[in-house]
């Protein structure tokens, strides 16, 4: 399967932002999916870790390296800047602490790689303003009483947060419902209303 | 050297099997003395080993199997003295994860053991008596200094695999600390860094078991003619409960009777759980050699890899190269999922490759060695990933 016809469009996004070689971590891995892709097309010395048991049995048997653990209390053991890319994908909003993970993806990683659903999404407003409900999507299928996604942001969020814990916005990508690209010399405000997820490439 | 072989005559003895083994046996003599922990020099000593599949031409595919406290060389073919299938078929064998159509398999008898490698009851070239308790104390190192030596009697300059469970699983810990170069890949399941309070206390009882048996004779049992059957007994019954979980002994035997309608107001086996403690710890000490089992423990009490490298665990392995497998099993409360998560932690903090995989079973510690189609998965996964890496299987 060719990088541009994979079904989450953020892996797409994510292996074009990676250097070939390159040591990559992946936290929420989920069933090893991106990693195996990145070790496949990118060649990739590729590291995961995933919090479900199942994901983590699913990835170890294909053959990856990846271990069970949790984003909030496990990233801790690994050692400053072992990685050249840490990659959170569609993670950052089921973490308890965001803004920790997020520090701690620019401390083991020279660079970070994070996508997330973009709550600023027109979709999004409409719906809460409309409806009056708490939105259920394709993309986000979770009742509010049961969703593992209990921090969600918007696009204009993450980047207030980038500036308060100090990182660099190296590229960022907004994709839209059909997961192309929006349009680039946009200003955050047009990304945040159309932008269906965003994928953020940072430095320390 | 004696030629491979498998055992052909069932039933022999356990005497029989320490002594004149149905293995093959290396013996390293005065010229090839072994330093242990304890500042003893060995010599000389002797390892008797089974071995499955063909070595390659480069020497690159050969995969070492750690036994674990009370299991032996006889991986995968039929015990000589109990006349069942290898303890790990399920796993190793030809198209198996551990699959001997590809990989030589090797696996010794541990030092201190007593099915034909050096132990207590091997004959002390000093007095021409068994050693018993004069044989020095062995630790995990120990252990594996032995094998690393029969793995260089085969010429093999690194293994392609480390595999083993328990203790089997501490000394695959203790080869990719200390002799990381020789391990391109390590499996350790069910097992942990160190041996806990807990594990060394359930030991001890053993231990005293053992010991305040009559019978053992201050451990001179061979010479007096006498078997310490109850004590070894008493310790297996003790330690079998502690590779099992309560959920296991609830659904296998409930409260059950064993062959009874009611119970018996007596202190005979009423429940089937007593009736198969008896038979484990029975079953045990035809197969087992009593002092064996307290030099066995000792050196699962004794593991602590941390505290050899100021109690810093990721100091054990820094600069690793080998990939590894780490896997834990839910309902193991002797080596619970914590442990190999310590593991783990301190393979990610030295930068090591790692796989970890807590597996879901109510089987308790013994998991490892029963049918867990996730942990075949798992180490299949591993093993083939390794192998391409290792360039064995076309990437």
């Known amino acids: 399967m060719s990088i541009n016809s994979h079904p989450r469009v953020d892996f797409a996004v994510i292996a074009s932002l990676i250097e070939p070689g390159s040591r990559v971590l992946d936290v929420g ?32 048997a294909r053959g990856l390296s990846v271990i069970q653990g949790d984003a909030d209390s496990d990233l801790k053991y690994y050692p400053d800047g072992g990685f050249d890319y840490v990659i959170l994908s569609q993670t950052l909003q089921a973490t308890r602490n965001p803004k920790y993970v997020l520090t701690e993806l620019l401390r083991i990683g020279e660079k970070a790689i994070v996508s997330f659903p973009n709550f600023g999404h027109w979709r999004m407003r409409a719906s809460l303003a409309i409806n009056g409900r708490m939105p259920v999507t394709k993309e986000l299928p979770y009742s509010w009483y049961d969703t593992p996604n209990i921090h969600f942001c918007t696009i204009n969020d993450f980047v207030d947060m980038t500036k308060e814990i100090g990182a660099h916005v190296e590229s960022a990508v907004a994709l839209n419902a059909l997961g192309q690209r929006l349009g680039f010399n946009m200003p955050w405000g047009f990304w945040n209303l159309f932008g269906q997820q965003a994928v953020f490439l940072l430095r320390r | 050297m004696t030629k491979a072989t498998r055992p052909t005559a069932y039933r022999a003895s356990k005497s029989q099997e320490a002594t004149n083994p149905h293995s093959p046996v290396v013996e390293f003599g005065v010229e090839k ?106 630790t995990i190192a120990d252990m594996v200094r032995a094998q690393a030596m029969l793995v260089e009697h ?20 203790e080869w990719a600390s200390s002799h990381s170069d020789k391990v391109f890949a390590a499996v350790a399941l069910a097992t942990g860094a160190r041996h806990s309070s807990q594990n060394i206390a359930f030991h001890e009882v053993g231990r005293q078991a053992v010991m305040a048996d009559p019978e053992w004779k201050e451990g001179r049992y061979l010479e007096a003619g006498t078997v310490p059957r109850k004590g070894l007994s008493v310790a297996r019954m003790a330690a079998h409960i502690t590779y099992l979980s309560e959920t296991a002994l609830h659904n296998k035997f409930g409260r059950n009777l064993q062959d009874r309608q009611n119970v ?53 392995f820094a600069g690793s190269k080998t990939r590894f497998c780490i896997v834990s099993f839910t309902s193991d409360w002797l080596f619970p999922t914590s442990e190999s998560r310590t593991v783990a932690h301190a393979l990610n903090a030295a930068g090591a490759s790692v796989s970890f995989v807590e597996i879901e079973s109510d089987r308790g510690h013994d998991s490892f060695l029963l049918d867990e189609p996730e942990m075949f998965s798992a180490v299949n996964g591993f093993l083939r990933s390794a192998a391409r890496a290792r360039g064995l299987l076309p990437s």
Not at chain 2, 157 to 167: I, P, R, T
């Open chain 1, 29 to 60: 891995c989920s069933d090893g999916e991106l990693l195996d892709l990145l070790q496949t097309t990118k060649n990739v010395d590729g590291r995961g870790v995933e919090l479900s048991q199942k994901g983590v049995n699913e990835s170890v």
């Open chain 2, 33 to 138: 003395p072994l330093n242990l922990d304890s500042g003893i020099s060995l010599s000389p000593f002797r390892i008797a080993y089974q071995s499955y599949g063909t070595l390659n031409e480069d020497k690159s595919n050969a995969i070492l199997i750690c036994h674990a406290l009370t299991g032996d060389q006889h991986v995968a073919n039929v015990h000589p003295v109990t006349g069942k299938s290898g303890w790990w078929e399920m796993l190793v064998g030809p198209g198996k994860p551990i699959d001997t159509d590809r990989y030589f398999v090797l696996c010794s008898n541990v030092l201190g053991g007593c099915l034909g490698s050096t132990g207590p009851a091997s004959i002390n070239p000093a007095t021409g008596k068994p050693y018993a308790l004069d044989l020095p104390v062995i």
């Open chain 2, 154 to 173: 085969f010429g093999i300059k690194q293994l392609f695999a480390v595999v083993g469970g328990s203790m089997g699983g501490m000394q695959v810990l």
């Open chain 2, 264 to 316: 018996t107001f007596g202190f005979d086996a009423d429940f089937q759980i007593e009736s198969y403690l008896r038979h484990q710890g029975n079953t045990f000490v035809e197969r087992f050699d009593a002092n064996s089992y307290l030099y066995m423990t000792r050196a699962m009490d004794y593991f602590d890899l941390a505290a050899e490298h100021e109690g810093r665990l990721a100091d054990a």
